[in-house]
Nanobody
Framework: QVQLKEYGGGSVQAGGSLTLSCKASERSFNSYSMGWFRQVPGKEREFVAAISRVEMIGTERLYADSAKGRFTLGRDNAQNSMYLQMKNLEPGDTAIYYC????????????????WGQGTQVTVAS
């Protein structure tokens, strides 16, 4: 089963930018739709963005309303990786960000994803 690892978390001032990466352990990554979720203590895991698997005709991207216009999601298939470019970050974006994979089409719900990374912390100071 593919394994996922996130990179790129850290601390930034409000208005700043960060790019998160998620690297998969094997080429079968290209057969999975991928997503980013985030979670803060005491709250449920929240959808951020998702992208369709490589084999689909036409790339489908989904974004949470909070991410639209600020976050950009893409895949680097040669590197078995996915990235999330985050701009104009706000204190409300502070969370642990998780990478996830699922067979089939991208979905908004965490329970639809079968494989998860361990997460990376993003902290946005006001």
């Amino acid at each position: 089963q593919v394994q996922l690892k996130e990179y790129g978390g850290g601390s930034v001032q409000a208005g700043g930018s960060l790019t998160l990466s998620c690297k998969a352990s094997e080429r079968s990554f290209n057969s999975y739709s991928m997503g980013w979720f985030r979670q803060v203590p005491g709250k449920e895991r929240e959808f951020v963005a998702a992208i369709s698997r490589v084999e689909m005709i036409g790339t489908e991207r989904l974004y949470a309303d909070s991410a639209k216009g600020r976050f950009t999601l893409g895949r680097d298939n040669a590197q078995n990786s996915m990235y999330l470019q985050m701009k104009n970050l706000e204190p409300g974006d502070t969370a642990i960000y998780y990478c996830a994979a699922r067979p089939g089409s991208p979905r908004y719900t965490a329970a639809d994803y079968t494989t998860w990374g361990q997460g990376t912390q993003v902290t946005v100071a006001s």
